[in-house]
């Protein structure tokens, strides 16, 4: 969960320097061309909703779930990719798969 807290802090460290870049006297280099492609307005709220709202809302949603413990992101690869299920193991070892083959066989053959 510590790294839940470390990504809610860099998202709000990255809000906070998008923030100032957009409020300073100078403007950055992104938000010009962004004005001069999608015109003064949308270009000002398109930069703004990438580089002020959304890292708002990610410093927001990891920082609550890493303070209450939530685990929100699952891993792509699992911990022990090769480790049995017992129970899978027991549930198969348990079935009886005669009759499906012999229905099978008789499937075929007709």
């Given amino acids: ?22 409020m300073s006297e100078n403007e950055f280099y ?13 270009g000002l709220a398109l930069h703004f909703v990438s580089n002020v709202v959304l890292p708002l ?3 927001i949603v990891f920082l609550s779930g890493g303070i209450s413990g939530v685990k929100l ?3 792509l690869i699992a911990e022990k990719p090769f480790d049995r299920n017992s129970v899978i193991e027991k ?9 499906y083959l012999a229905d099978m066989h008789t499937i075929l053959a007709a």
């Fill in 1 to 22: 969960m510590k790294s839940y807290i470390a990504m809610g802090i860099f998202a709000f460290f990255v809000t906070v320097i998008s923030l100032l870049r957009i």
């Fill in 30 to 42: 992104r938000l010009t061309s962004m004005k001069k492609i999608w015109g003064r307005s949308r």
């Fill in 91 to 99: 549930k198969v070892e348990d079935e009886n798969i005669e009759p």
């Fill in 57 to 59: 809302i990610c410093g």
């Fill in 73 to 75: 992101i699952q891993p």
